[in-house]
């Protein structure tokens, strides 16, 4: 079992950053592969981002390539995400994701979620 809470959300204007965080409880975190998805006002959930459990590989949807960053501290049981020049349609709430499998993780899949943290970005 793995529990996770999120936290770093907030209100920011379109070109800021934002850095939130996952912590993560539970055996092994270092096994498992850690990932982002949000869920905008209306739409379905959507992958974000993904780390393999080792952090040698990282994964991100199109539409936040360049500009999302995820990365992760095993001694901290903590996964990160540090997003840039964000946008109105960045607006959502952003779970964070655990999987052994990353690739549930990009499908949206996952095992474990967290609760969330909304995050808005104003035009």
């Known amino acids: 079992q793995v529990q996770l809470v999120e936290s770093g959300g907030g209100l920011v204007q379109a070109g800021a950053s934002l850095r939130l965080s996952c912590a993560a409880s539970?055996?092994?975190?270092?096994?498992?592969?850690m990932g982002w998805i949000r869920q905008a006002p209306g739409k379905e959930r959507e992958f974000v981002a993904a780390i393999a459990w080792s952090g040698s590989s990282t994964y991100y949807a199109d539409s936040v390539k360049g500009r999302f960053t995820i990365a992760r501290d095993n001694a901290k049981n903590t996964v990160y995400l540090q997003m840039n020049s964000l946008k109105p349609e960045d607006t959502a709430v952003y779970y964070c994701a655990a999987d052994r499998n990353l690739g549930r993780i990009v499908g949206v899949m996952n095992d474990y979620w967290g609760q969330g943290t909304q995050v808005t970005v104003s035009s």
């Open positions: 539970g055996r092994a975190f270092n096994t498992y592969a």
